[in-house]
């Protein structure tokens, strides 16, 4: 088929995906349509929901985000609001999960990635290091009300807790993504403090009442990202954000479903590839296997050195990543992103299939105007995939992506923000990220965080079988 100028503007929004043999090989079921569609020719450049217009907040008034047509949303759990039993709540929304719903009110836990040493803002009984500011928030909202009914601190005591994973068993990881040891001077967002405890773990929050703030020290101490369950067999999938190489990691758990009861960290390894943040190729299967990390808990080494875990891992013939950051996984493949990989620095998706131990790269940005620094993932009911963007570029409008079922990569919302002493904020907000984006069980709601300034959005619409 001869491709016109539309047709050429269509092939740069998809993502440059394997063919459907390997769907087919890999045995992906409905997650196969991710990698059946790469080769075949789109009719037009129309995908996804249609082009984006701002849309006022059905709670502020205030055209916060942009959306395609028919869609609608409101805002929830501001920073500053008053939190239960007193405080404000804090700002820096990360990742976060829903990880109950009962009767229409879903119940969300929320990461705060303050890196500051102003205090715990959470009772003591769920405070880790009791200077240190970054935390959780447990919130319940009612969407169909559009009723906040109430934000409880859940953790706190913590710094930088970045993203995370919800559990099969209804709670939340919040996973620290600073490093630092107890004694030693750190230099926080508000000055260099000596602080009590060790940090750079990941923390487990029940779905009611508090955290009991003790780190789960077996899953390693790093800049911790994302943390995934594979329900079926229980491990724990983790990523990790450093730069320039990182690794992708895994829990083996003990006693599945029972954390502290301690497990084996691992590092993943590729047979004959030590480097994969460059020179890699679309669809390509890798063997994999896995090494093991013998001192999981001894993150820093020497002067201040943060790569500890890494540097086991690499030692035992672990493979390099760079900037991991989103996780999700399915009984039939994990998906995790790499914010700066790729011959382009713009990002990089892969996907590892734990029955046949092979990993693919899925995608590979080649093209900023198409996708630039995805983060955080999560898979829609309706089978695509939601990205979270968070770009370094200063004059970027920051989005969510969707990945449809046929392979098409799509704008699905944009940040608007802009405030003039609304909810006393001031300022052109558009670079800011959007994070911790999961949908309600049903699929009526996309939940996701505005960094700065902190909120979340709960967005509905005319969804659509195949898209997000």
């Known amino acids: 088929m001869r491709l016109n100028s539309e047709h050429?503007?269509?092939?740069?929004?998809?993502?440059?995906?394997?063919?459907?043999?390997?769907?087919?090989?890999?045995?992906?079921?409905?997650?196969?349509?991710?990698?059946?569609?790469?080769?075949?020719?789109?009719?037009?450049?129309?995908?996804?929901y249609g082009p984006l217009a701002p849309v006022r907040d059905l709670t502020t008034g205030l055209p916060l985000l942009t959306l395609p047509a028919g869609f609608s949303y409101r805002s929830f759990g501001w920073e500053g609001d008053a939190l239960v039993g007193g405080g404000a709540c804090p700002g820096a929304h990360d990742g976060m999960g829903v990880v109950a719903a009962d009767g229409g009110v879903i119940t969300l836990i929320r990461n705060h990635e303050v890196v500051r040493a102003s205090g715990t803002f959470a009772p003591a009984a769920a405070s880790y290091d009791p200077v240190c500011a970054g935390g959780t928030v447990t919130l319940r909202y009612d969407p169909d009300r559009g009723e906040l009914l109430g934000a409880t601190p859940s953790l706190s005591g913590t710094?930088?807790?970045?993203?995370?994973?919800?559990?099969?068993?209804g709670s939340w990881l919040s996973c620290e993504e600073f490093v630092s040891s107890a004694g030693a001077r750190s230099v926080l967002q508000d000055g260099q403090h000596v602080l009590s405890r060790d940090h750079g773990f990941v923390f487990e929050v029940p779905g009611e009442g508090l955290s009991n703030a003790e780190p789960l020290v077996a899953m390693g101490q790093f800049r911790h990202e994302a943390a995934s369950v594979h329900a079926r067999s229980g491990i724990v999938y983790l990523t990790e954000d450093h730069s320039p190489d990182a690794g992708f990691y895994r829990f083996v758990?003990?006693?599945?479903?029972?954390?502290?009861?301690?497990?084996?960290?691992?590092?993943?390894?590729?047979e004959d590839r030590a480097d994969l943040r460059r020179g890699m190729r679309v669809g390509a299967l890798l063997p994999v296997h896995w090494v093991?990390?013998?001192?999981?808990?001894?993150?820093?080494e020497g002067d201040g050195d943060i790569t500890?875990?890494?540097?086991?891992?690499?030692?035992?013939?672990?493979?390099?990543?760079?900037?991991?950051?989103?996780?999700?996984?399915?009984?039939?493949?994990?998906?995790?992103?790499?914010?700066d990989g790729?011959?382009?620095?713009?990002?990089?998706?892969?996907?590892?299939?734990?029955?046949?131990?092979?990993?693919?790269?899925?995608?590979?940005?080649t093209d900023r105007a198409v996708l630039d620094y995805p983060d955080n993932v999560v898979l829609s009911p309706r089978g695509g995939l939601v990205m979270c963007q968070d770009s370094a570029g200063e004059a970027v409008v920051e989005k969510l992506h969707g990945l449809t079922a046929q392979g098409e990569v799509f704008a699905f919302a944009g940040n608007n923000v802009v405030l003039a002493g609304e909810r006393g904020f001031n300022g052109d907000f558009r670079n800011?990220?959007?994070?911790?984006?999961?949908?309600?069980?049903?699929?009526?709601?996309?939940?996701?965080?505005?960094?700065?300034?902190?909120?979340?959005?709960?967005?509905?619409?005319?969804?659509?079988?195949?898209?997000?």
């Open 292 to 300: 093991d990390i013998e001192h999981p808990d001894r993150g820093i």
């Open 253 to 270: 758990p003990r006693v599945p479903g029972q954390l502290h009861a301690g497990g084996r960290l691992q590092m993943l390894a590729v």
């Open 308 to 339: 500890g875990v890494l540097s086991q891992g690499v030692a035992a013939g672990g493979s390099r990543f760079s900037r991991l950051e989103g996780c999700i996984a399915t009984d039939e493949v994990v998906y995790f992103t790499s914010t």
């Open 159 to 169: 710094l930088q807790n970045c993203a995370g994973g919800t559990t099969p068993w």
């Open 342 to 365: 790729g011959d382009l620095a713009a990002g990089q998706v892969w996907g590892y299939f734990p029955d046949r131990q092979v990993l693919v790269l899925i995608f590979e940005s």
């Open 8 to 48: 050429l503007a269509a092939s740069r929004r998809r993502f440059l995906l394997c063919g459907g043999s390997l769907a087919a090989a890999l045995g992906l079921g409905r997650i196969g349509g991710l990698l059946a569609s790469a080769g075949n020719p789109i009719a037009d450049n129309r995908a996804g």
């Open 432 to 468: 800011s990220e959007w994070a911790g984006a999961c949908f309600s069980p049903d699929g009526r709601w996309l939940f996701a965080n505005i960094y700065r300034p902190g909120f979340s959005v709960a967005i509905t619409g005319p969804w659509q079988q195949g898209l997000i």
